[in-house]
């Protein structure tokens, strides 16, 4: 009899181990610049297969009902088919203003390899507070009070029509940067359970499309534009000649009526008394509250660039985030690719650059400490900038 016992538990615990091994999706949702991101991670496998079309939703609390979300950006184009259709339906509770989105599905087969977290999509809205949350929800109908009994759970990504991420049991904390995520319940109206929150989105009131510079004769260039603002008084330009030490040179009032639009807005600044070989420049962002926030930096080392190129990678070695200042001769659009020492693409990121000096982020968290190379493709003229190296700690 005790041998009986002893190989029934045995068989129990091979399929308890074998169940365990089958691998799943789950999702987070973070905080990384100041945005809401969304991203996965395969767990107990890797998981390669198409993604298929699925609607999933977003919500924030109801007291931002006046707020609008405009088109996610896309971080990882390789794995997540071309988006998106916002909202197909939304919808006001108690509690929370719903957005759905939707996606079509992808004739690309794509691969996650097995827990490393792949950050996906950059939620946009326009029009929230300082500090608000956004929570991921079982909506897809938006609609809460009549919720689809066969058809309400979330699934931000579903591959080959089989593997999907769900909020009952799918949800990870992040280990890079942001606000980690808490699962939790929704309980009203009954069968509507499971949602995953950032603890808080940091919303500015002005979204920076670029901001770029280039030496113009004697005098330094600044051009930046903004693609929504929300009471904002103007931008304050600070100058460097170290890149630490920082002080004032101006001011630029808002061209948006009473602070606020959700158009894209252009602005220019001339430097009229540069001195010496380097010159940093950022902006102070600030609103009618005196609330602050910094832009990236933007050094002009020259005279406006003829071709585009990579001017240097800071701060190297980095941990979280690696700049890339990009040099070009014009306005275009570019994708800035990562790849590890034997050339494999580990990581890559559309931007829209201006003439003269860009710099742009490149979120480097989930990366595996090592040697990497960096490149800059554009569009225009189908150019490849030479790599450069930086290292992440």
Not at 112 to 140: K, Q, R
Not at 238 to 253: A, E, K, P
Not at 318 to 328: G, L, M, Q, Y
């Amino acid at each position: 009899m005790k041998k009986i016992i002893l190989i029934t538990t045995v068989l129990a615990l091979s399929i308890l181990a074998s169940a365990q091994l089958v691998p799943r999706l789950e999702t987070t949702i973070k905080i990384v610049n100041n945005k809401a991101r969304i991203a996965v991670k395969a767990v107990g496998g890797p998981i390669t297969g198409n993604p298929t079309g699925a609607t999933f939703s977003v919500a924030i609390p109801v007291a931002n009902a006046a707020a609008s979300m405009t088109a996610p950006t896309i971080i990882d184009p390789t794995r997540i088919p071309p988006l998106f259709t916002i909202p197909i339906g939304n919808y006001s509770d108690a509690t929370y203003e719903y957005f759905n989105l939707v996606y079509t599905s992808s004739t690309a087969s794509v691969t996650f390899a097995d827990g490393v977290e792949y950050e996906l999509l950059e939620l946009n809205f326009v029009g929230l507070p300082g500090s608000t949350s956004v929570t991921l929800v079982t909506l897809p109908d938006g609609n809460p009070s009549a919720p689809d009994a066969a058809n309400n759970w979330y699934n931000f990504l579903e591959i080959s029509g089989a593997i999907v991420s769900d909020p009952l049991n799918l949800f990870y904390q992040s280990a890079t940067s942001g606000a980690p995520t808490q699962p939790g319940d929704y309980s009203a109206p009954p069968g509507i359970v499971g949602f995953v929150t950032s603890t808080s989105l940091i919303t500015l009131p002005a979204t920076f499309i670029n901001f770029s510079g280039y030496k113009n004769g004697s005098k330094n260039t600044l051009l930046w534009a903004t693609a929504s603002e929300s009471n904002n008084r103007g931008f304050e330009v600070l100058r460097s000649t170290d890149g630490t030490n920082y002080s004032s040179i101006g001011f630029v009032n808002s061209l948006a009526p009473a602070g606020t639009s959700t158009t894209n807005i252009s602005y220019s600044f001339n430097d009229n008394s540069v001195a010496g070989n380097k010159q940093y420049y950022r902006l102070k962002q600030v609103d009618i509250d005196n609330r602050s926030k910094l832009s990236n930096i933007v050094l002009i080392t020259g005279a406006k660039p003829l071709t585009l190129a990579i001017a240097g990678v800071f701060p190297n070695p980095a941990n979280a985030e690696v700049n890339v200042i990009i040099d070009a001769p014009g306005r275009d659009n570019v994708t800035l690719v990562v790849t590890d020492i034997y050339g494999k693409n580990v990581k890559q990121r559309a931007a829209n650059v201006e003439t003269g000096s860009n710099t742009i982020p490149v979120d480097i968290s989930a990366l595996a400490k090592g040697s990497y190379l960096v490149k800059v493709l554009c569009k225009s003229s189908d150019c490849e900038t030479a790599v450069s190296k930086f290292v992440k700690q």
